[in-house]
Nanobody
């Protein structure tokens, strides 16, 4: 049974930083591409960042490029999202996702079969 568990969310002031973690179990982690998505209140879930199986290739939404980084530690079955220079518009529930998919579809929400429960990130102005 695949499980993804996010942690690290919280309340931070604008301009601050947070680091989210997502630890996976029940799968061969190194064979899964990983993605981070977010969903603000009343909005659709949107792509934030993605990373290849090896970690060698990363992708970002334009809205977070230059502020967020994604990384993974395959030995720890964990993917990270480092978020810097946070803005109030980054406020959302953040979800990690996993699947054995090519990079060409990492940005697509529908590509993923496995999702975490989400962690709330709130950025105050």
């Amino acid at each position: 049974q695949v499980q993804l568990v996010e942690s690290g969310g919280g309340l931070v002031e604008a301009g601050g930083s947070l680091k989210l973690s997502c630890t996976a179990s029940g799968l061969t982690f190194s064979t899964y591409a990983m993605g981070w998505f977010r969903q603000a209140l009343g909005k659709e879930r949107e792509f934030v960042a993605g990373i290849s199986r090896s970690g060698g290739v990363t992708l970002f939404a334009d809205s977070v490029k230059g502020r967020f980084t994604i990384s993974r530690d395959n030995a720890k079955n964990t993917v990270y999202l480092q978020m810097n220079s946070l803005k109030p518009e980054d406020t959302a529930v953040y979800y990690c996702a996993a699947d054995q998919i090519p990079l060409s579809v990492v940005r697509r929400r529908g590509s993923y079969d496995y999702w975490g429960q989400g962690t709330q990130v709130t950025v105050s102005s």
